[in-house]
């Protein structure tokens, strides 16, 4: 008896010790990565505020595609770094550079100023992974700890840039390996979300998205039309992510100099702009995505931004996928949800959750992500979507270095990269 009161205490403190070592540790992430991802987000809108207002910046993204390559290579980093590199680096699979960093804040920005199509997130990732890195190497974690301290990093930014603190926590718990949720990193990650959150939210930065659906009452019908809307989702999600991976294919296969490469991209969206000079489908497009939201989008936007995104990102241009994801599934949603008999602006909400799922394999992330952009009275109609785009979308998925742990089908160890 006296030996498992021991036993007990002893397993007590090791509990108490490592909860507080993350309460300090992913404190201090989170400080960071709020300031980090504040100071990010107010140059990207103001990028984009930018270009709207000096629509000849379009013709100088050539040039700036030449700069990012440029710092990249003065940097050391000659092949590409991306959100991959920073998943890898939680299953200690390779390091993230902590230069990465500002070199993502830097060529992200240039990419939004001068009009190319890409999110934030991925550099969210990114620089999240940069700072958990550093973080990590001052405090002398180990390497199973310096995984953890890489998610507590990525969700802190995440949170800061849109707003999401539990959205952010559970993308980065389930985005590495799919079927298995990192609950190690809840406690890190989640203090690193509410401090980034709360840092960005003092200086006036809020929720990225934020809309009040005519959610319909729940019944057999609504059911159905949800469950169409999921289906085209998933099919969209594998178009999205084929095009995109085709399209860098024939980048590098064509242009193996990365200068050469970046520039002809640079010229071929300048010319896509041309073709398409209501801006709509350069920088983020997050007018487009709330318009959407309130009923209305063009039935050939989201196609026509798959093509700007590939192209900008394929050429290596920086910046990230999901934001062209929400505005993919949004549009989408629009436009098939008004043909489906359902309000237009509720189906954007489910196009934008639901695709997203698909694309990232992260169904609990993005159920989440619906109740804090949408609330909560949608959330039935949130979880039909997303578990059908999450089953249809197969093994596709945005990053290579997804592990696709358990099969989508059956209760089956598959541990296969995402394709």
Not at 174 to 202: D, H, K, Q, R, W
Not at 210 to 221: I, M, Q, R, T, Y
Request: hydrophobic share 50%; net charge positive.
């Amino acid at each position: 008896m006296k030996y498992k009161i021991k036993s007990r205490v002893k397993y007590a403190r090791i509990f108490v010790r490592s909860f507080f070592k993350w309460l300090l540790i992913a404190g201090v992430v989170g400080v960071i990565s709020g300031g980090v991802g504040t100071l990010f987000r107010l140059s990207v809108e103001n990028a984009n505020v930018l270009r709207q207002a000096n629509t000849w910046l379009i013709f100088l993204l050539p040039l700036g595609g030449l700069l990012i390559v440029g710092c990249y290579q003065l940097c050391g980093i000659k092949s590409p770094i991306g959100t991959d590199r920073v998943i890898g680096s939680v299953r200690a699979e390779e390091e993230v550079p902590v230069i990465l960093g500002p070199l993502i804040f830097v060529s992200t920005v240039i990419t939004h100023l001068l009009g190319g199509s890409a999110g934030r997130e991925g550099a969210a990732l990114q620089l999240g992974g940069s700072i958990g890195t550093h973080v990590g190497k001052l405090f002398r974690l180990d390497e199973k700890d310096m995984s953890l301290i890489v998610l507590s990093g990525m969700s802190g930014v995440f949170a800061a840039l849109f707003g999401t603190p539990l959205t952010s926590v559970f993308f980065a718990l389930e985005v590495i390996s799919v079927g298995v949720i990192y609950y190690s990193g809840l406690v890190p990650c989640l203090v690193s979300a509410l401090v980034a959150y709360s840092i960005s939210g003092y200086f006036g930065f809020d929720l990225e998205i934020e809309k009040v659906l005519a959610v319909p009452d729940f019944g057999l019908f609504p059911v159905l039309r949800v469950a169409v809307l999921g289906v085209c989702c998933a099919v969209l999600s594998i178009l999205y992510i084929f095009t995109m991976d085709r399209v860098d294919d024939i980048f590098e296969k064509f242009f193996k100099n990365p200068y050469l490469r970046i520039l002809t991209g640079g010229i071929v969206i300048v010319g896509l702009s041309m073709l398409f000079p209501s801006g709509h489908y350069n920088g983020s497009g997050m007018g487009v995505i709330f318009q959407a939201l309130d009923g209305e989008a063009d039935w050939w936007a989201f196609l026509v931004k798959i093509l700007f995104t590939a192209v900008t990102l394929g050429a290596g241009f920086k910046g990230g996928e999901i934001v062209p994801t929400f505005f993919i599934g949004s549009t989408m949603g629009c436009f098939v949800g008004g043909l489906l008999g359902l309000d237009p602006g509720f189906a954007a909400a489910i196009g934008l959750i639901a695709t997203f799922c698909a694309v990232v394999n992260s169904p609990v992330a993005s159920i989440l992500l619906g109740i804090e952009l949408f609330g909560a009275q949608g959330l039935i109609f949130f979880g039909i979507a997303c578990s059908i785009s999450y089953m249809l979308s197969g093994y596709y998925g945005l990053y290579g270095s997804q592990k696709i742990m358990y099969s989508k089908t059956k209760a089956k160890y598959i541990n296969i990269n995402a394709k």
